[in-house]
């Protein structure tokens, strides 16, 4: 079975520019996340998903983060503009209700963002 | 809100002996409670999950205890290998489901050979 696949692995920007990110769950997942972890902390839930729909955006920052779902499997997570405070990394999780009942969430390698 | 609280100083060991990691929380206590190992580079990798009505919970050399009074959950890794080096973080299930997970900060684990 093929993992959560996300890219890029690595961008550097500039600040006040914008960057988008990648990610395919595992097939036949239904529930989507993206997380932000800053170096030294631990993962931190931005945006849920279940199916195409939006379950929890509460800790989006939503004047410059925004993220979809439209066929309800790739999503995209998009910065603009992005601020220096912005640079960690973004990790992509899946998970199944259905197929696991640990309920753990599957992530992906993440994408490290350095914004200068 | 729900603060997690795991010892942000890496714990170092000698192969062999017993590596204990804690993670304690404030705040109304989880149903379910998981743990994570994560490599340098790479996402997040499942454990172990326990459930507030399981004391204990085993898993070839790893074992996890939950202690609902305390607000403590205990992870311990016998007979600790240099592969075991990892950041262990611990995750509370915040509706029960597995869906909204909130993610202590992890502590680093060296195993020294």
């Known amino acids: 079975e093929a993992g959560v696949a996300q890219s890029p692995r690595y961008k550097i920007i500039e600040k006040r520019q914008s960057v988008a990110f990648w990610c395919n769950p595992i097939?036949?997942?239904?529930?989507l996340y993206w997380y932000q972890q800053i170096l030294g902390q631990g993962p931190k839930l931005l945006i849920q998903f279940q199916n195409n729909g939006v379950v929890d955006d509460s800790q989006l920052p939503k004047d410059r983060f925004s993220a979809e779902r439209l066929k309800g499997v790739d999503s995209t997570l998009k910065i603009q503009p992005a601020k220096l405070e912005d640079s960690a990394v973004y990790l992509c999780?899946?998970?199944?209700?259905?197929?696991?009942?640990?309920?753990?969430?599957?992530f992906g390698p993440g994408t490290r963002l350095t914004v200068l | 809100s729900q603060k997690i609280e795991q010892n942000s100083e890496a714990l170092n060991i000698q192969e062999g002996k017993t590596a204990t990691l804690t993670c304690n929380y404030t705040?109304?206590?989880?149903?379910?409670l998981q743990w994570y190992r994560q490599d340098p580079g790479r996402g997040p990798v499942f454990l172990l999950l326990?459930?507030?009505?399981?004391k204990e919970k085993r898993k070839e050399r790893l074992k996890v205890t939950f202690d609902t009074t305390l607000k403590q959950s205990l992870f311990h890794i016998t007979a600790s290998q240099p592969a075991d080096s990892a950041t262990y973080l611990c995750?509370?299930?915040?509706?029960?489901?597995?869906?909204?997970?909130?993610f202590g900060g992890g502590t680093r684990l060296m195993v020294k050979p």
């Open positions: 097939s036949g997942h239904a529930t």
């Open positions: 995750a509370l299930d915040m509706d029960n489901a597995g869906n909204m997970l909130t």
């Open positions: 705040n109304y206590s989880p149903a379910y």
């Open positions: 999780a899946s998970s199944s209700r259905v197929t696991s009942g640990n309920n753990e969430q599957f």
């Open positions: 326990i459930r507030e009505n399981e």
